[in-house]
């Protein structure tokens, strides 16, 4: 892995998914599963901030008039119902573990939906350096993650899931995804197996 080539996209890294008393903490019922995921990815930056390698963070925040709660359904209609990722709201913010890192982490702002490439910068960002390579980890993996990583797929990019740091709504979920879906279209890994010396190849 060529650092100077590769980006880690972080989905989803807000209060609302992974403060104690997220809104949307419990819609994961795999007990500590997001503690873990949170452990996990942060430990992955950690040996990735001192590379070369892009670092990004997609939140999404949601205006009251946004689009794609004119008429929700499913996981939308329980974030418009529970007020989750509103704008101007603390549980919306960035959780302190990224906001750590200062400006080593980029926050592309505009997704609105489960894709993280629509509606933002993420696309023109990822072809400045070049970026051929991508790490994806964050909440939640059948929907926002499934759809980020076929948008960065299709744009002829390599796409790499990190199963260790993402989660689904359950463990038979989780698995489905990571054992049927992804291998269709990219690479499973755990993030515990890209080591220190990997990730610092190239720099």
Known sequence: MDPKTTALILVGYQNDYFAQDGILRGVVEEPNRVDRV???TVAFIARAADTEMTIISTPVVLEPNCRALAEPIGILNS?????????????????PELLAYGDRVMDIAGKVGFNACS????????????????????????LCIDSTNRATYERGDNVTILCDCTSARTPGEQDLDCRNIFPLYGVVARSSEITRDDVAVAA
């Open 38 to 40: 949170l452990a996990d």
């Open 119 to 142: 509606n933002t910068a993420l696309d023109g960002v990822l072809v400045e350096p070049g970026t051929r390579e991508e790490r994806v980890a964050g909440m939640v993996t059948s």
């Open 79 to 95: 974030i418009k119902e529970s007020g989750a990722f509103k704008v101007g709201s603390a549980r919306a913010e960035t959780i």
